[in-house]
């Protein structure tokens, strides 16, 4: 049961690196995040973050990420994909400033899995999905790597396992460089 669980990550991990891949020459700039935060389930939360800048202040940016959590004898766990457009109040391509905002809006899904709830539903019951909302403060601590604190909501569309889900956490960012 573990194995078909990563099986699913290992799907999203491949798919993020092909689109990568294929664009990294195609792009002016871009850069790749780490998460890691809290849910309100409780749980632990983790994400590997790609953003696709332009040359404006607003840019791309997907999300491939884990959610687990234990409490009593419940055992939860998420994996999945956002997909999100982000106004930073300073462009990557021209900081002037070490402090910046971020808002974003977007998409999310997400493939839950619960050995005593969710055992015996299908993949179309366990899988969550609808809008997400993001906003981060972010410092640069330099001109390739920046540390920022996020807080993200997340509605859901399919009521059958709860309408809403809110997390917090930190993060890092390493800005490859513009040549």
């Known amino acids: ?6 099986w699913g990550m290992k799907h999203y991990y491949c798919i993020l690196l092909i ?11 871009q850069s790749f995040g780490l998460q890691a935060g809290l849910g309100a389930i409780p749980s632990q939360y983790f994400a590997l973050e790609y953003r696709a800048l332009s040359n404006s202040n607003i840019y791309l940016v997907s999300k491939v990420f884990g959610e687990f959590g234990a409490k009593y ?28 905002f971020r808002l974003g809006l977007g998409l999310t899904s997400q493939l839950e899995f ?10 179309s019951k366990r899988l969550q999905y609808g809008i997400s909302g993001q906003t981060a403060i972010e410092w640069s601590m330099s001109d390739v790597f920046g540390m920022y ?12 396992l709860g309408t809403s889900h809110f997390l917090f956490g930190l993060g890092l960012v390493f800005h490859l460089p513009n040549d």
């Open 114 to 123: 619960d050995p005593w709830i969710y055992s015996g539903w299908s993949f």
């Open 149 to 160: 604190g996020f807080a993200q909501q997340k509605l859901f569309f399919h009521r059958n």
């Open 19 to 29: 689109l990568i891949a294929f664009n990294i020459d195609r792009l002016s700039a």
């Open 1 to 6: 049961m573990i194995y078909r669980q990563f």
């Open 73 to 100: 004898a419940l055992q939860y766990s998420a994996y999945g994909l956002d997909l999100m457009g982000e106004y930073s109040s300073n462009s990557l391509l021209n900081t002037d400033s070490r402090f910046s």
